[in-house]
């Protein structure tokens, strides 16, 4: 299990041909208090940088876009009853969605946890 | 409003405090200011309503309006020109909230005004500050001295544990009522108080000299009870409380019979008042009080937990292609765990209950139109 990176702050856990995504702990403190995720339907094909979710606090809305390519293969319905798992667990309980990844080469973009570490600092 | 972008932001006299306590900072009216602490927004928020909150506010224009006369109500029946309240029956040490008019019947701003014996102190918005002053000279200047107290800051005191804290500071404000407004001496310093605000929680905002304005906040953030809070949760508060937020909800655009707020021009500036009229728009807006007016303010609860944001357009049903209105602000209110908004609809549609359609991300979600406050408000009549 590999866990990549993106410069919008998103997470990518890999196993298999299926990528579990959500938003870096660095994002949800950004934010701030997480009120509200809209969540791509499951069956729904994703193109890379597309938007795909949306997280909104008290103050902003903010789109999540899709990492990579790909189909949506299930969404977490907790965070639709607990918006706050955002704030709480970015990184675990509240993930996204995941994706039947299309091209496994679009993979090679990404960055890895040391990488996404020294962009945020 | 007045675009600040390209000049270097200004700082008020809180500024190291702001830092000091870890706020976040953006900028705003031209001010770097604090949009939210450690805690967040919506603990801000929630603290505000159940103890109290320590706002900075000095980005606010603070005037003093004096009749060359020096009678104030001279410098009352000046202003009348250029509103539509009834400034002259503000009772010394009271309190009024009023907007300045164009000739269109449209706000160039809303703003306090208190009479304080024998003169007018005058609060008004950041961003129309200059042009505020600047229209008080232009029209003002043969009958009024107008005095811009720039050395002043301005901090607000909210929530049901405002009065036992600034107490502590100043026993004579626990007999202040919503609206009383006057010089008082709060921990030794000669400050300006009233029992007023922008949250719907009873408490205060303060007058105090800059200099002296960082060890106010710090005696006052002393006690507990009391969290500094940004303009994040300011905003959400307002919102909660149906309060307008001028630029937004309120504009050159709009009128103060269209913006819901003809519970704030008072009989005597009305038809057939003793002083109707005689403020700049009167024709349009006495006109629209007689025969109401095409389009309506309202309070709107989204069905759903999107919130539904400023700018998005209203329909009247699911399908239709033409919008009827628009959100002016729109967010999430912590206290009612839920989305709240205000914005403009078509008057026929504006009947609390009535259900439209805001287009969020290229969906229609319905909304009702309510009452507002969103949250009864607790101030201290």
Redesign the interface.
């Known amino acids: 299990m590999t866990t990549l990176y993106t410069s919008d702050h998103e997470w990518l856990r890999i196993e298999g041909d299926v990528a579990t995504i959500g938003i870096t702990d660095y994002a949800q403190s950004q934010l701030?208090?997480v009120?509200?995720v809209?969540l791509p339907k499951v069956g729904r094909s994703l193109k890379k940088a597309e938007a795909a979710a949306?997280v909104?606090?008290?103050?902003?809305?903010s789109d999540v876009y899709a990492p990579i390519t790909g189909e949506v293969i299930e969404v977490n319905e907790d965070l639709?009853a607990e918006?706050a798992l955002v704030n709480s667990d970015a990184g675990g309980k509240a993930w996204f969605f995941k994706l039947r990844i299309a091209d496994k080469s679009e993979l090679g973009g990404l960055m890895d946890e040391a990488a996404y570490a020294a962009h945020t600092a | 409003m007045r675009a600040h972008e390209n000049s270097p932001l200004k700082q008020t006299p809180l500024h190291a405090l702001h830092l000091a306590r870890g706020a976040k900072m953006v900028p705003f009216a031209g001010y770097d200011m604090p949009?939210?602490y450690t805690a967040?927004?919506?603990?801000e928020?929630l603290h505000t309503r159940k103890d109290a909150g320590l706002f900075d506010v000095s980005h606010m224009g603070q005037l003093v309006l004096k009749a060359k006369s020096g009678k104030v109500g001279d410098a009352a029946l000046a202003l009348e020109k250029l509103v539509p309240q009834d400034i002259v029956g503000i009772a010394p040490g009271r309190q009024r909230y009023a907007q300045f008019t164009n000739n269109d019947g449209g706000l160039l701003d809303d703003l306090m005004v208190a009479n304080f014996g024998d003169h007018l102190f005058l609060v008004v918005n950041a961003a129309c500050k200059e042009e505020d002053e600047a229209h008080l000279r232009a029209n003002l200047s043969d009958a009024c001295e107008i005095v811009s107290l720039a050395d002043r800051a301005l901090i607000a005191l909210q929530g049901p544990k405002a009065e036992s804290a600034l107490a502590k500071l100043c026993a004579d404000v626990s007999s202040m009522k919503f609206m009383d407004a006057g010089p008082r001496r709060v921990a030794d310093i000669d400050c300006f108080v009233s029992r007023s605000g922008y949250t719907g929680e009873d408490g205060f905002e303060i007058s105090v000299p800059a200099d002296k304005a960082e060890a106010l906040v710090t005696a006052l953030l002393d006690n507990p009870d009391v969290l500094p809070i940004g303009l994040?949760?300011r905003?959400?508060l307002r919102l909660e409380a149906g309060l307008c937020l001028y630029g937004h909800d309120i504009d050159t655009t709009t009128t103060p019979v269209e913006g819901a707020l003809e519970w704030s021009v008072q009989k005597v500036r009305r038809n057939s008042g003793a002083r109707a009229g005689g403020f700049p728009g009167a024709d349009k807006i006495l006109a629209q009080f007689a025969d109401g007016a095409a389009r309506r303010r309202v309070g709107l609860r989204p069905d759903g937990?999107?919130?539904v944001?400023e700018g998005a357009p209203l329909f009247a049903d699911a399908t239709s292609a033409e919008p009827i209105g628009k959100v002016t602000s729109g967010?999430?209110g912590?206290s009612l765990n839920a989305?709240v908004a205000m914005g403009y609809l078509p008057t026929a549609l504006s009947a609390v209950g009535t259900t439209v359609f805001a287009e969020v991300?290229g969906q229609r979600l319905p909304l009702k139109v309510a009452a507002t406050p969103f949250v009864p408000n607790t101030y201290k009549r």
């Open positions: 701030g208090d009120v509200f809209e949306v909104e606090s008290v103050k902003a809305a639709a918006p | 949009v939210q967040g927004v919506l603990k928020h994040g949760a905003d959400s937990r999107a919130p944001r967010g999430f912590p989305p991300r």
